[in-house]
């Protein structure tokens, strides 16, 4: 069966653009996960998503950062007027529910000139 | 709070040796522990996964992890690499029923 699928695999802009980056989960998945890869910090946990709700948005660096899930399916991660420190691999992942193993997609590679 | 570490940033094998990465965690319950593997450009595959019973868990690709608590470790090991086995190995923790907490991970080299 289909994987995680994320789009696009890469993105070049240029900092102070508003980027969109998208998610498509396996399906029936319910659980749904960003998580943020860099050079300096490792992998960081952004938000996830019981459904289309999203009880945990702590992780999200700053209040340019914002995502959404619609259907209980895809998710978009938006950032706005980006900055260099936004430069990363941002990946996605997906569970059953939650308290299962994360399968994660192959990631969206920003680069911000 | 919940953490991870890989004491090894880089470690190099010859094929057909056998291998172990390292991995210690700090956290206050019973943890829920993964070892995941990134190829390059490529997202994390899930190698192997620890919830509760036999502390020697099996994997995929001929992987294998034992939890020992008293050590606050989960080790990885594989008796035999092969070149494909050449990767980035990262070891994550439930840190709650949702959020996974991940070591810095570790680049294995094959030689031949």
């Known amino acids: 069966g289909a994987g995680v699928s994320q789009s696009p695999s890469n993105k070049v802009t240029e900092k102070g653009k508003d980027v969109e980056l998208r998610c498509d989960p396996i399906s029936g998945h319910t659980a749904l996960y960003w998580y943020r890869q860099s050079l300096g910090q490792g992998l960081e946990f952004l938000i996830y998503?019981?459904?289309?709700?999203?009880?945990?948005k702590s992780g999200l660096p700053s209040d340019r950062f914002s995502a959404e899930r619609t259907g209980g399916s895809v998710s978009t991660l938006t950032i706005q007027r980006t900055q260099q420190e936004d430069s990363a691999v941002y990946l996605c992942?997906?569970?059953?529910?939650?308290?299962?193993?994360?399968?994660f997609g192959d990631g969206t590679r920003l680069s911000i000139l | 709070a919940q953490s991870v570490t890989q004491p090894d940033i880089h470690i190099t094998v010859s094929e057909g040796a056998s291998l172990e990465l390292r991995c210690n965690y700090s956290y206050g319950a019973t943890p829920y522990l993964f070892w995941y593997v990134q190829s390059p450009g490529q997202g994390l595959q899930l190698l192997l996964k620890?919830?509760?019973?036999?502390?020697l868990v099996q994997g995929i690709k001929g992987f294998e992890a034992e939890f020992k608590r008293s050590q606050s470790s989960f080790n990885l090991r594989k008796p035999s690499v092969h070149w494909s086995d050449a990767a980035e190995y990262f070891c994550a923790v439930g840190a709650s029923d949702y959020k996974l907490s991940f070591g810095a991970g570790t680049t294995v080299t094959v030689r031949a």
């Open positions: 992942a997906s569970s059953v529910t939650i308290r299962q193993p994360q399968h």
């Open positions: 998503f019981q459904g289309n709700s999203a009880p945990d």
């Open positions: 620890y919830f509760s019973g036999d502390t």
